[in-house]
């Protein structure tokens, strides 16, 4: 999907910026690599990050990127709106360039949506009046200041590319580093939700995730030592907390028949528990490589 936009973006010029693509294929086969030559472009380059994780492709994109001074990021299960760059690239400009400007991701469903995902509003993300200032930022939709990222010494961690959170993570540590990061509203992009996620197990099982992510990165920005320490017993109490509301609120919307309720509440349950386990010291590996061999 991404490659069917690649050629535009490529041809993006202005007065002071010009734009090639750089396409990461973390298959070891490098199935990608003759989509990107199709397209018969030289400003469109193809390179393979053998490595599995997001973490290893995101690096290989810093460092491919050595020569650039401003890097954007867009996952290849996403379509970029039209103006996705421009709207980054003016705003990094108005906003005195900032060493980040993120952007809207909007959900599109491959199916009909069950109501109950539907009443608890999973699928949203969050929007902003443009040149708000944020200090988390999720990768999907990001514009990076090269030399900014350099100078603050940040990068994706590599234990993170299978369980995910490598983006809360750089983001935080560069907002850590006093480095400004913003927010454009008019740049958006839609995340094509396949089948396989439009489903109760699947939001479950991500809520596990993200509460595992929670409290993984809790425990890693907090110093170590006894900070770590009160950060795991913050994050185990935490997610008791929202397992027991949860679970209250769940049964409530049972009893109202509240789909909204019994959504939500599920959810809850589900982010606490993988909280609990984040502070336990299990990592969730939610973005593991799935070999088969025929």
């Known amino acids: 999907m991404l490659l069917a936009h690649a050629d535009s973006a490529a041809r993006l010029r202005g007065p002071a910026f010009t734009a090639d693509v750089l396409v990461v294929d973390n298959d070891p086969q490098g199935s990608g690599r003759d989509a990107a030559v199709a397209i018969g472009d030289k400003r469109i380059r193809s390179v393979v990050e053998p490595h599995p994780g997001i973490s290893a492709v995101r690096n290989r994109a810093l460092d491919e990127a050595a020569g650039s001074r401003l890097l954007a990021f867009i996952d290849d299960d996403e379509h970029p709106h039209d103006g996705w760059l421009e709207h980054l690239l003016a705003t990094w400009v108005a906003a005195d360039e900032p060493a980040a400007v993120a952007g809207r991701v909007v959900a599109s469903f491959a199916g009909p949506l069950d109501p ?40 994706f961690a590599d234990d993170l590319g299978l369980s995910g959170g490598e ?8 907002h850590a580093a006093g480095r400004r990061m913003v927010w454009c509203d008019e740049s958006a992009i839609t995340d094509l939700v396949p089948l396989d996620r439009m489903t109760r197990r699947w939001v479950l099982k991500r809520a596990w995730s993200h509460g595992n992510s929670a409290s993984v990165l809790r425990i890693r920005l907090s110093g170590g030592g006894l900070k770590a320490v009160t950060a795991r017993i913050t994050s185990v109490v935490g997610g008791a907390v929202r397992i027991v509301a949860g679970a209250l ?30 502070a336990a010291g299990v990592v969730y590996q939610e973005y593991a490589r799935k070999d088969v061999t025929a």
Do not use: C, K
Not at 142 to 149: G, H, S, T
């Open 249 to 278: 609120r769940w049964a409530f919307g049972m009893i109202t028949r509240s789909l909204r309720h019994q959504a939500r509440g599920a959810r809850a349950v589900w982010r606490g528990g993988g909280m609990v386990s984040g």
């Open 167 to 174: 983006d809360t993570l750089f983001s935080r540590q560069l």
């Open 116 to 155: 109950w995902l539907e009443a608890g509003a999973f699928y949203v993300r969050r929007s902003m009046p443009t040149g708000s200032s944020i200090d988390v930022a999720a990768a999907g939709n990001l514009l990076l200041d090269l030399d900014q990222v350099r100078a603050a010494g940040v990068r």
